[in-house]
């Protein structure tokens, strides 16, 4: 089993930057597919990046949903056991709860779809005022 945690949520503005981080236990992420996704309410849980398990190097294996590419970065601590993604020129539309996930790698595919991943977390809320 793999338990993970997130943290870092809170309240900014617009334009602001925020990182959120998933901590890992019972398993290592860098033995995994790490992503994360958001849910606004009442609308579907949406892909905002994944890291492929094992090493990634000059950006081969990330990554990134439409709405977030070029503004959000994931990144992985391996001694950390930790998920980050840093989340820069935040947008009132970017406000969501932000769930880490975990996926094995059964594959070297990474899914953007939210029903492959095995593992979630309790989520951690986002809110950008405009």
């Known amino acids: 089993q793999m338990q993970l945690v997130e943290s870092g949520g809170g309240l900014v503005q617009a334009g602001d930057s925020l990182s959120v981080s998933c901590t890992a236990s019972?398993?290592?992420?860098?033995?995994?597919?790490m992503a994360w996704f958001r849910q606004a309410p009442e609308k579907e849980r949406e892909f905002v990046a994944a890291?492929?398990?094992?090493?990634?190097?000059?950006?081969?294996?990330?990554f990134y949903g439409d709405s977030t590419k070029g503004r959000f970065t994931i990144s992985r601590d391996n001694a950390k056991n930790t998920v980050y993604l840093q989340m820069n020129r935040l947008e009132p539309e970017d406000a969501a709860v932000y769930y880490c996930a975990a996926d094995r790698p059964t594959t070297a595919t990474i899914s953007t779809t939210w029903y492959d991943y095995d593992y979630w977390g309790q989520g951690t809320q986002v809110s950008v005022s405009s």
């Open positions: 890291i492929a398990a094992g090493i990634s190097w000059s950006g081969l294996g990330i």
């Open positions: 019972g398993r290592s992420v860098g033995d995994y597919h």
